[in-house]
């Protein structure tokens, strides 16, 4: 299986993955950065000198909003560019959208070299928005890229999960309701082959537009109808508006209390830190029910519907033809979706796969039956070891620490990244070059580990000699009992206040 691709990407307008098949099974990497998730938000954060994806990217969505980009795969394949502000450059949804492929590459934990791939595409994306894709691919620093079609992805995730990659001929549906878009596509298994018949969809409909309702049609006129605002709404949505932070930061909340809202009846939202127009501290606990959340997604889910009929009116079909909806994305986790479609159709809703990353799995079941095209003796040559010399406490009281590194070899196009082991810092990508700083924040009271890792342009690891540096926050200050293990550090704690080895 070795000359096979084996990788297969999900891509997605919010949230992507990266899986590998191995031997007759998929695996989807965790996100180091994540802890427990397999997915990475597709969203980019630029920093004047470093660049971050993924959730810490995200949560730069309330404190700088002007340097962070999401949902640019909507604008794949289009001339449209993002300004960035913190660089002064304008990025394309390609430039973007590799990024999110080279942090991607960061999740695989074995040691395979990345040049082959396949990325998956909507089933409406045109040549050009595939080629703007492959391109992607390609700034990423995988050599061959094969494109893949979302709902075969998730019909080959569906088949080998039922470990019968023939499926009975027939037709089915498959439901794509992710956070930004909808895509639904009448999926055909013929003498064999699995083929996409028709599709329909909406780039502008997906959770992220049902968060965008809630704090829009009843976080704030509840508001409104407490305190005193002048149009809250556009003082929230514009982007020199006052609360525009706190628009985000609701947003987010909102997100969170409508993922709860698919496993309990109701969930509160509180509303702090604003001030009203008389001088009143606003203070609210707002209590959302499913049947609010329900109500107010109602007309979007209709329209999937909707789409749903216009395609089997198209192929003259009727529900009986079809042997089920697969539904597939995040937002298929709302029980309300599921009932609403079946009950409308009479189609039965099929929630076998895993929504979140039943794209992802079925592109590497399909990476495993690709040829790889890369020959060894073309891939480039590694890179010639990198030596790095650190220094920093090993034992510290303060709430951040300096680390320092001197680094020996060549450094040019090469980049690093510090990442805490909790996931809770990120450096972010930046420059390598023969001396670098970095504040590395620590946990108080336990053992803060981090990795550096240096990196190719194309973010492929490069090999260095540094080990996981290792800061004790707190312990032995106030006299408590070490654990074990950090008894071991005994030496270390006798001599904190001296710099290790340094010459630098
Ligand atoms: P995409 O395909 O657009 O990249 P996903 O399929 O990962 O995205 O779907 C992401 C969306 O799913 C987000 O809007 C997220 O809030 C939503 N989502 C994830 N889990 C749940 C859940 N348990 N209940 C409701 N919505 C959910
Ligand atoms: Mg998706």
Redesign the pocket.
């Known amino acids: 299986m070795e000359n096979t691709i084996n990788i297969g990407i999900d891509l997605?307008?919010?949230?992507?993955a990266i899986a590998k098949f191995v031997k007759g099974d998929v695996i989807v990497f965790n996100n180091p950065l994540d802890y427990g998730r397999s997915?990475l938000p597709?969203v980019v954060y630029y920093k004047k000198d470093r660049i971050v994806v993924g959730n810490k990217a995200k949560e730069y969505l309330e404190r700088d909003p002007k340097n962070v980009v999401g949902l640019f795969k909507r604008k794949m394949g289009t001339s449209e560019s993002f300004q960035i502000k913190s660089i002064n450059e304008s990025k394309t949804p390609v430039d973007l959208s590799a990024q999110v492929l080279k942090e991607l590459k960061t999740f695989v934990n074995t040691g395979d070299t990345l040049d082959s791939v396949v990325i998956t595409i909507p089933a409406s994306f045109d040549s050009i928005q595939s080629n703007a894709t492959k391109e992607a691919g390609k700034q990423a620093g995988f050599k061959q890229v094969v494109l893949l079609q979302e709902p075969i992805a998730a019909s080959l995730a569906y088949a080998n999960m039922k470990k019968s990659k023939e499926l009975s001929d027939g037709n089915w549906l498959v439901y794509?309701l992710?956070?930004?878009?909808f895509d639904v596509a009448l999926v055909r298994i013929k003498d064999g082959e699995m083929k996409v018949v028709d599709h329909e969809g909406d780039n502008f409909l997906?959770?992220?537009d049902f968060?965008r309702l809630i704090v829009e049609k009843l976080i704030i006129p509840k508001i409104s109808e407490q305190y005193t605002f002048e149009d809250l709404e556009n003082q929230m949505k514009s982007a020199t508006g006052k609360y525009n932070a706190k628009y985000y930061s609701l947003l987010n909340q909102a997100?969170e209390a409508?993922?709860r809202l698919?496993a309990v009846s109701s969930a509160e939202i509180i509303v702090e830190r604003m001030e009203d127009e008389e001088g009143n501290d606003v203070d609210m606990e707002i209590t959302i029910t499913k049947s609010e959340f329900n109500d107010l997604i109602k007309d979007s889910i209709d329209g999937t519907i909707e789409m749903i009929k216009t395609i089997l009116t198209r192929n003259s079909l009727t529900s009986n033809d079809v042997q089920f909806n697969l539904m597939v994305?995040?937002?298929t986790?709302?029980p309300f979706v599921r009932q609403r479609v079946e009950e409308v159709l009479q189609i039965p809703a099929n929630c076998e796969i895993d929504?979140?990353t039943a794209v992802a799995i079925g592109a590497a079941y399909y990476a495993a039956t690709k040829q790889k095209e890369v020959s060894k003796d073309k891939s480039e040559k590694k890179q010639s070891a990198i030596s790095i010399k650190a220094s920093y406490n090993k034992a510290s009281k303060e709430t951040d620490e300096l680390f320092a590194a001197r680094i020996k070899g060549n450094t040019e196009g090469l980049f690093y990244k510090i990442v805490r082991q909790d996931g809770g810092f990120d450096s972010g990508l930046k420059e390598l070059s023969e001396r670098i700083n970095e504040d590395l924040p620590l946990v108080e009271n336990t053992y803060n580990f981090f990795t550096l890792t240096v990196y190719d342009g194309q973010n492929n690891v490069i090999e260095t000699d540094i080990e996981p540096i290792g800061i004790n926050s707190g312990f032995g200050i106030s006299g408590q009992p070490l654990p074990e293990d950090i008894c071991l550090e005994v030496d270390d704690l006798q001599s904190r206040s001296n710099k290790i080895s340094l010459d630098i």
């Open positions: 997605g307008t919010t949230n992507s997915t597709s794509d992710g956070g930004g878009t997906g959770g992220s968060d997100e409508k993922i698919s994305g995040g937002s986790f709302i929504p979140t």
